[in-house]
Nanobody
Framework: QVQLVESGGGLVQPGGSLRLSCAAS????????MGWYRQAPGKQRELVAI???????NYADSVKGRFTISRDNAENTVYLQMNSLKPEDTAVYYC????????WGQGTQVTVSS
């Protein structure tokens, strides 16, 4: 099993920044990707950003130019730097790890409000 521990969520004003972290531990024998998803109230969970082995990244159109995903390979940790936050970014953010199987973190709340 792989365990994912997320941190960094909180309350921030529009235009502010947050940095999310997700640390993976456990029986890690292979790595394919780690990514961030989010789910707003009443909405389906959606992809925010994902990073693959080798460093390729994908972003949702709504966050391009504002969010940056990165990975510390040695620590099996993925980060999401979120800048210029908007109220519509408010959601629970979930980390996902794909190796031999798919694993999800428990989520961290991000609230963007005045």
């Amino acid at each position: 099993q792989v365990q994912l521990v997320e941190s960094g969520g909180g309350l921030v004003q529009p235009g502010g920044s947050l940095r999310l972290s997700c640390a993976a531990s456990g029986s890690i024998f292979s790595f394919n990707s780690m990514g961030w998803y989010r789910q707003a109230p009443g909405k389906q969970r959606e992809l925010v950003a994902i990073i693959f082995t080798g460093g390729a990244v994908n972003y949702a159109d709504s966050v391009k130019g504002r969010f940056t995903i990165s990975r510390d390979n040695a620590e099996n940790t993925v980060y999401l730097q979120m800048n210029s936050l908007k109220p519509e970014d408010t959601a629970v953010y979930y980390c996902r790890f794909i190796g031999g199987a798919v694993y999800w973190g428990q989520g961290t709340q991000v609230t963007v409000s005045s």
